[in-house]
């Protein structure tokens, strides 16, 4: 809510900067999808305004093609696209930017900071990869530095190309719960789980994007692969057919934020 007040309070013709941490991170289309439905929002109620969306990564890292068509086609002259762009600092005093080899000035600056498990985790001793995540057994969900503990989603050091999303931490926490019953009563495990995860952003207020992946339990490598031919992305954007949520007027009538808007 505080950012959609500060973008909805700038005035026409002002800077938004969005600041993408190095993967991995939480939902690795989100900031993408955040600054598509910003450049929608200020191409409509403030158009002379302009988005940066500076990504310390050295490409877009989820529907790649997708989203730089949707940067290019929909948002040429509002939206500029900044790889290889890691913030440093923020001077919030003159309300800048500091990157590796530049200074960039915003009116509003959305930092999305670099990311680990929760202190929660670090606290009870779990975090074992990197200084950063938990490290598992994913037959199970257990922690590999304190078995008996379950740990799932974010916090987890991700297997190949899993993402971090809600769909997979719902997929984690059926793995677990499953072998968790077999562990109690004393029974094997499932060797070969199956995990999927879906994944739609919207491009515009009303247009969307999708990617769907598959991932099988390797017993060689011990851990989940994603499987040949399954899964892939959307063509192209598609119309949204859900409930459309409408809040805060502007001069041409109501603005849409899908997906700054609480559902």
């Known amino acids: 809510m505080a950012l959609r007040q500060q973008i909805e ?16 991170y939480r ?3 989100g900031p993408y999808e955040r600054a598509c439905v910003i450049a ?5 109620a403030k158009p002379k305004s302009k988005l940066l969306l500076l990504d310390a990564n050295p490409e877009v890292q989820s529907k790649k093609a997708l989203f730089e068509k949707a940067f290019k086609d929909r948002y040429a002259g509002v939206l500029e696209y900044r790889p290889n762009a890691e913030l440093k600092e923020v001077d919030a005093g003159t309300s800048t930017a500091k990157l590796e080899f530049e200074d960039v000035k915003a009116d ?3 930092v999305i900071p670099p990311q680990r498990a929760a202190d929660l985790a670090k606290n009870a001793g779990l975090v074992n990869v990197n200084n950063r995540w938990v490290g598992v057994n994913w037959l199970t969900m257990e922690s590999t530095a304190l078995p008996g503990v379950h ?4 916090a987890t050091f991700p297997a190949p190309t899993m993402p971090k999303s809600g769909h997979m931490a719902n997929q984690h926490a059926k793995v677990a719960a499953a072998a968790i019953i077999q562990l109690l009563k004393g029974e094997a495990v499932n060797s070969t789980p199956v995990v999927m995860n879906t994944c739609y952003s919207f491009v515009s207020a009303r247009d969307v994007i999708h990617v769907a992946s598959v991932h099988q339990y390797n017993a060689e490598q011990k851990t989940f692969l994603p499987v040949p031919g399954s899964g892939g992305v959307s063509a192209a954007a598609n119309r949204w ?3 459309t949520r409408s809040r805060g007027p502007t001069t041409s009538g109501p603005t ?3 997906c700054l808007d609480p559902p």
């Not at 929608?40 to 409509?44: F, K, P």
């Not at 740990?151 to 974010?154: I, N, R």
């Open 27 to 29: 939902c690795p289309p």
């Open 40 to 44: 929608s929002y200020l191409q409509q």
């Open 151 to 154: 740990v799932l989603g974010d």
């Open 108 to 110: 509003v600056i959305n």
């Open 256 to 258: 849409r934020w899908p």
């Open 9 to 24: 309070s700038m005035k026409d013709g002002g800077v938004v900067a969005i600041s993408i941490p190095k993967v991995p």
């Open 241 to 243: 057919k859900g409930a």
